[in-house]
């Protein structure tokens, strides 16, 4: 086992995305995987019926406990859900976390349309989080709904996102070609001084859910393993096509995929 990981996201009791699919991939891929609650969600395959905010004091001292005592390689993000979290977080990170890493999966919207982030915080996310982050990895609607760039239709329309969205502060910004369409899927890497383009066939099916869980944390493990930030996506990349290719076919809706898989 090596790096350890705390990942601070929301529970998704269907085991698919959110802290759950956090903890399997970090497992997975043989880092140790901590976290922080934000949210209790209900949710399934099909669905995100209800959500339960955590107190930002508990996210805060769940976050504070475990720098504290374990210590952390690097911090992995995903539903934020309210301001106070995000306030809270950013004050944690300006205060104990300046050397630790930040992969910012900025969630807002679930795989089934279940909206996980009130719009009044991405004002606060953009301000107080992305600044600090050395990687943001938003999906396409997310660097719309960042940007403004109301339709992102192919390679050059996430080039100009990932360039809007690195004047926002981060390090590094992974923009996921996921929902563009044709068999072959292309995600963007741009940092200020550089781009990478990684593609790879695209796996045919509905069985998807929690695919940007997956991937942020999976950088989130290489990053804390000693890979440099490149190396780190294509693995993180090839164990979520392994796992696309593997998924179990549970459930009735976009169905989860399998977090046992193996990469080399």
Do not use: W
Not at 8 to 19: E, L, N, T
Not at 79 to 97: A, G
Not at 178 to 190: C, E, F, Q
């Amino acid at each position: 086992m090596k790096g350890k990981i705390l990942t601070i996201a929301g529970s998704d009791p269907s085991g698919g995305a959110g802290i759950q699919a956090d903890i399997k991939t970090i497992s997975s891929l043989g880092g140790y995987a901590m976290t922080a609650i934000t949210a209790i969600t209900v949710q399934n395959t099909n669905t995100v019926s209800e959500v339960f905010e955590v107190p930002s004091s508990i996210v805060k001292s769940q976050i504070i406990a475990v720098l504290g005592d374990i210590g952390v390689d690097v911090i992995k993000t995903g539903m934020l859900l309210s301001l106070d979290i995000i306030q809270s977080l950013s004050d944690v990170l300006r205060d104990q976390c300046n050397n630790i890493p930040l992969v910012v999966d900025p969630v807002m919207v679930s795989t089934s349309g279940g909206v996980l982030l009130n719009s009044n915080c991405i004002d606060a996310l953009i301000s107080d989080i992305f600044p600090k982050s050395l990687l943001l990895t938003p999906n396409l609607a997310e660097a719309s709904k960042l940007t403004g760039i109301e339709l992102l239709r192919n390679l050059d329309d996430m080039r100009r996102a990932a360039d809007d969205i690195l004047k926002m502060g981060p390090d590094a910004v992974l923009v996921k070609g996921g929902h563009l369409k044709g068999d072959t899927l292309t995600d963007l890497l741009v940092t200020q001084s550089s781009e990478k383009i990684f593609t790879s066939i695209r796996v045919p099916g509905k069985n998807n859910h929690g695919t940007g869980c997956t991937l942020a944390s999976g950088i989130a493990t290489g990053l804390a393993q000693g890979l440099n930030l490149e190396d780190a996506i294509v693995r993180a990349r090839k164990f979520v096509y392994k796992a696309l290719e593997q998924a179990p076919n549970f459930g009735a809706g976009c169905g989860p995929i399998n977090h046992l898989v193996r990469v080399d």
